[in-house]
Nanobody, 119 residues
Framework: QVQLVESGGGLVQAGGSLRLSCAAS????????MGWFRQAPGKEREFVAA????????DYADSVKGRFTISRDNAKNTVYLQMNSLKPEDTAVYYC????????????WGQGTQVTVSS
């Protein structure tokens, strides 16, 4: 089992920044690719960003490209999501997820952290 605990959410004005963190425990962190997803009220959960186990490759949803940056510190078993130029439409619960490097689906999910962007 992998336990994932997100932190760093909150209320911010449009144009502001937040940095989310996700601390992982329970298994070898470098066996897992990591991702961030979000779910707004009344909407489906959507992909935000992903990073490979080594940090060598990243991927982003078009809606956040150029504004959000995913990174990881394997020494600290932590993945981050730096969110800049936030917009009201970024308001959602943000979830961290872990995918075993040989799997195609995410195996483990955190409990989520609320991000609210006011206009």
């Amino acid at each position: 089992q992998v336990q994932l605990v997100e932190s760093g959410g909150g209320l911010v004005q449009a144009g502001g920044s937040l940095r989310l963190s996700c601390a992982a425990s329970g298994r070898t962190f470098t066996d897992y690719h990591m991702g961030w997803f979000r779910q707004a009220p009344g909407k489906e959960r959507e992909f935000v960003a992903a990073i490979t186990w080594s940090g060598g490759s990243t991927d982003y949803a078009d809606s956040v490209k150029g504004r959000f940056t995913i990174s990881r510190d394997n020494a600290k078993n932590t993945v981050y999501l730096q969110m800049n130029s936030l917009k009201p439409e970024d308001t959602a619960v943000y979830y961290c997820a872990a995918r075993f490097k040989f799997n195609t689906q995410y195996d483990y999910w955190g409990q989520g952290t609320q991000v609210t962007v006011s206009s």
